[in-house]
Structure formats: C-alpha cells, structure tokens
C-alpha cells in the first residue's frame, strides 16, 4: 500500500487482524510450553513508513513509537503477560506476517533478544 491509495481503515482492520493473530499464536504457544523458557521480549518492525505520514500516524494509532532505528515498532504486540520469549516471539511473528501481508509492506519484521 503506497501513499495514493492509503485507506485508514485498511490499516485499522490489518492492525485488528494482526493482535488477534499475534493473541492466538502467543495463546498456544504458551499453551504448549507455559512459562518453562528463558525470560525475554519480542516486537515487530516497520521500516519505509515515515512517522508523519498517513500511515505512520494510524500504526502510532495501534502503539507504534518510533525507535532508534527510524522504523515504527510495536513491543509485545500479542499483548501476553508471559516472560517467555517464545510465546512473545510467536506473537510477534504472528503480527508481522499479516501486516505485511494485508498492508503490502515490504520491510515488516519481528525480533526478540533475551533478558
């Protein structure tokens, strides 16, 4: 999705599509390991969408902050209260690849480090 055909609720509904992926992978991953893993955090990088554009300001509408890196990022998008870095990255995965996949942006990615 370019500027010219930027519609709000696109990225409304692929924001809303990408937390309830994020939600349901983190769910069953934690559902299969639960806490039994090392502690760490996950989160999903946008790059290429500057953060006064159309765009950038409806991701920041959804929790995206600018970071350090000049990508919109989103921390713990599945929104799960576990430590476990798995579960975190399942959820991040989860969101990235359908907002990739419904807002057609190239340079959507997931990470995760470990505390």
């Given amino acids: 999705m370019n500027a010219k055909d930027f519609n709000l ?8 599509q990408a937390a309830l992926h994020a939600q349901t992978a983190a769910a069953i991953s934690f559902a299969q390991i639960g806490e039994g893993d090392a502690c760490g955090f996950a989160w999903v990088n946008v790059y290429g969408v500057r953060s006064n554009s159309k765009m950038g300001k409806a991701l920041q509408s959804f929790g995206f902050r600018k970071d350090y890196t000049g990508s919109l ?28 996949e419904r807002l057609g942006l190239d340079k959507v990615y997931a990470g995760s480090r470990m505390d």
């Fill in 9 to 16: 609720e696109a990225v409304q509904e692929a924001c809303a």
């Fill in 73 to 100: 990022q989103i921390w713990n998008p599945s929104g799960h209260g576990t430590q476990s870095i798995s579960v975190k990255e399942a959820g991040a995965y989860a969101y990235a690849k359908v907002l990739k």
